[in-house]
């Protein structure tokens, strides 16, 4: 049965956290892309993008384009992008489509934390 997409966003300093419910497809791509500064591009303090994955239910094609287009846009201009709650399955996944060239999968938010502030000290 499918469950119907949810977004939820949290900033912290020089961040977003993108709390994603539901199925991932091709329609969660307007949500998503409005949900960061009004769609067109990120904005100028953010540095570190991450995608709270623990309550995807599905992901489809489009929805794994979705992830490739969010997470190529944010290397574009400088975004590190990461992501955790991600099943084994849609990892192996991840790693066969060549999405963690763009995004990188952690255990959990903490393992997130600690990585986002190693990268501000440098």
Same mark, same amino acid.
């Given at each position: 049965?499918? *469950?119907?997409?949810?977004?939820?966003?949290? *900033?912290?300093?020089?961040? !977003?956290?993108?709390? %994603?419910v539901?199925?991932?497809t091709?329609?969660?791509?307007? $949500?998503?892309?409005?949900?960061?500064? /009004?769609?067109?591009?990120v904005?100028?303090?953010?540095?570190?993008?991450?995608?709270?994955l623990? *309550?995807?239910?599905?992901?489809?094609?489009g929805?794994?384009?979705?992830?490739?287009?969010?997470?190529r846009m944010?290397?574009?201009?400088?975004?590190?992008?990461?992501?955790? /709650?991600?099943?084994?399955?849609?990892?192996?996944?991840f790693? #066969?489509?060549?999405?963690?060239?763009?995004? #990188?999968?952690?255990?959990?938010?903490?393992?997130?934390? *600690?990585? !986002? $502030?190693?990268? $501000? %000290?440098?």
């Amino acid at each position: 049965m499918e *469950q119907p997409f949810k977004l939820e966003v949290r *900033q912290f300093p020089n961040g !977003i956290v993108l709390k %994603l419910v539901g199925d991932l497809t091709k329609t969660a791509d307007t $949500e998503l892309f409005s949900s960061i500064n /009004g769609g067109t591009e990120v904005d100028s303090n953010v540095r570190f993008l991450a995608l709270d994955l623990s *309550q995807v239910t599905y992901i489809n094609s489009g929805g794994m384009a979705v992830l490739i287009r969010l997470a190529r846009m944010g290397r574009k201009i400088g975004v590190h992008t990461f992501a955790w /709650g991600v099943s084994q399955h849609y990892e192996k996944l991840f790693r #066969m489509v060549g999405l963690t060239e763009f995004l #990188m999968l952690y255990p959990n938010e903490f393992a997130v934390i *600690q990585r !986002i $502030e190693a990268l $501000e %000290l440098n």
